[in-house]
């Protein structure tokens, strides 16, 4: 989709300052991109948080032609969600990307500088 031709969808209800700031959203490197086995989408990415590191899930294996151009950069994670269980691999957070409920090829949200890993936004 080219930028003449997009729309941006409706705002969501407001929300509360409380409702936001239970969100945990962090700066953490992503260490290595693994592919998962007999899924079309989703690659397990490590990221290093500063004081752990986490796996992450994320459906992006069909929206970059080399999905390891993305290890060793930075970029924001929902660290506060529940575990979740998919294709026998358990995801630790959220990738906190741009586009994809748009239909916009998806980029990283990453720090405008190098900042700590684990160093929250908001």
């Not at 950069?73 to 409920?101: H, R, T």
């Amino acid at each position: 989709m080219d930028d003449q031709n997009f729309k941006p969808a409706p705002l969501k209800p407001v929300i509360s300052f409380a409702e936001i700031d239970r969100i945990d959203i962090r700066v953490g490197t992503i260490v290595s991109v693994d592919d998962i086995a007999g899924s079309d989408k989703l690659l397990k990415l490590t990221v290093d948080f500063g004081d752990h590191r986490r796996s992450i899930l994320a459906g992006m294996k069909k929206e970059r032609e080399d999905v390891r151009q993305i290890e060793g950069q930075q970029a924001l994670f929902v660290v506060n969600l529940e575990p979740k269980k998919m294709m026998g691999q358990v995801s630790e957070g959220m990738l906190f990307d741009i586009g994809f409920a748009d239909g916009v090829r998806p980029a990283l949200a990453v720090p405008e500088t190098k900042v700590p890993n684990g160093t929250r936004a908001g």
